[in-house]
């Protein structure tokens, strides 16, 4: 009996990871298998433009290119998915 709970609770576990990485999966699978290409070419224009205009432009820093996208991913956005969606 006791070697059945114990299997019981470890199967227990394991479906709950899986079920976690199933959701995962469903989140992800868009942006995984996105083949878009992303233009920022009027981006760019406007922070043109803004330089030549405004002297605060330097404040916003628009630059997407500065943008460290995997601190991102694995500091930011990853840890605030598991922390307010996988509940």
Request: proline content about 5%; charged content about 30%.
């Amino acid at each position: 009996m006791l070697l059945f709970r114990k299997y019981r609770d470890a199967c227990a576990v394991l479906d709950r990871k899986l079920k976690l990485l199933r959701r995962l999966t469903d989140l992800f699978k868009p942006y995984v298998l996105f083949e878009g290409i992303f233009e920022d070419k009027n981006s760019e224009k406007l922070q043109i433009a803004s330089r030549k205009t405004c002297p605060e432009t330097n404040v916003f820093n628009f630059d997407p290119t500065s943008i460290d996208w995997e601190d991102y991913m694995m500091n930011a956005h990853i840890p605030g998915l598991v922390m307010y969606m996988m509940k």
